[in-house]
């Protein structure tokens, strides 16, 4: 595994990724049988799930932002007059590390009131996440390896599952990358239509990223950034530099997003 101190060219770990994607990781999820998935969200409740809120304690929903709404799991702004950093997580309480995440999502409505620009149509899905009990108070992402999730503002173009690394890098090509985010190469959504992503992470591994079933992103070897606060707290409690397992959590961060299907495959680690 490549780190801030061992950032050589991993030629023949490539080849092997390759090989693999080659003969059918765009088509992995689709071999499988529609009975092995496993329904986070039961389109009725938040049951299994837990709030955590900037400046909050766990199990506060300020604002009731988290919410079911016509059996859509619903990032509401209806009770918020403006923003003030206080940036949301929902967790499933549950581990994963190797595992097929499938959501559709779409956005809707309108921004509320002092969201950063950045936050415009934007939501995502934290794999491998800190435990939201170890988070502090005051924290503002979880130390985790996002798939950004992103729509259009009607013109311009804007890919979506991009990859952020709060408290973590990842490996592409060869190369350990250190920026916070990394965009796809996928098409751009734009309104308030469904859209179809896929997150395939096996362990600390392989990370590959599909929306509507095109494969759109591919990484490798995600860990602990040893530079960032938060990454450092975990580290010095005992958790390793591979970031190979942690829960899932999608997010609030200033714009109403939908959630018509938030499911899981569990994959074999051989």
């Keep these: 595994m490549l780190t801030r101190k061992d950032n050589h060219t991993m030629k023949n770990k490539l080849c092997y990724f390759c090989l693999i994607f080659a003969c059918g990781a765009m088509n992995s999820s689709l071999a499988q049988s529609d009975s092995e998935w496993i329904s986070l969200f039961n389109g009725e409740d938040l049951q299994n799930w837990r709030v955590k809120f900037t400046g909050h304690p766990l199990g506060v929903n300020l604002r009731d932002t988290f919410r079911v709404e016509n ?49 415009y149509r934007n939501n995502g899905m934290m794999l491998h996440s800190q435990d939201p009990r170890s988070m502090t108070l005051d924290q503002e992402f979880p130390v985790s390896i996002e798939s950004q999730l992103l729509g259009g503002n009607g013109v311009d173009a804007r890919t979506t599952s991009n990859v952020c690394t709060p408290g973590t890098n990842m490996v592409m090509d060869g190369h350990l990358i250190t920026r916070h985010c990394t965009n796809s190469n996928s098409d751009t959504f734009h309104g308030n ?31 602990l950034d040893n530079t960032d606060s938060d990454a450092q707290a975990l580290l010095a409690n005992g958790a390793e530099l591979e970031l190979k397992k942690g829960y899932v959590a999608l997010q609030a961060e200033s714009h109403p997003t939908q959630f018509r299907v938030i499911e899981i495959l569990p994959l074999a680690k051989e």
């Design 71 to 119: 059996g859509l799991l619903t990032v509401s702004y209806e009770n918020w007059d403006d923003f003030n950093g206080e940036f949301g997580h929902l967790f499933y309480d549950q581990v994963f590390s190797h595992y097929i995440l499938r959501v559709e999502y779409r956005f809707i409505g309108d921004q509320v009131t002092n969201g950063p620009s950045w936050a």
């Design 193 to 223: 239509q469904w859209v179809t992503a896929e997150m395939e992470i096996r362990g600390s591994e392989i990370l590959v990223h599909r929306i509507n079933g095109r494969v759109v992103f591919e990484l490798h070897d995600i860990q």
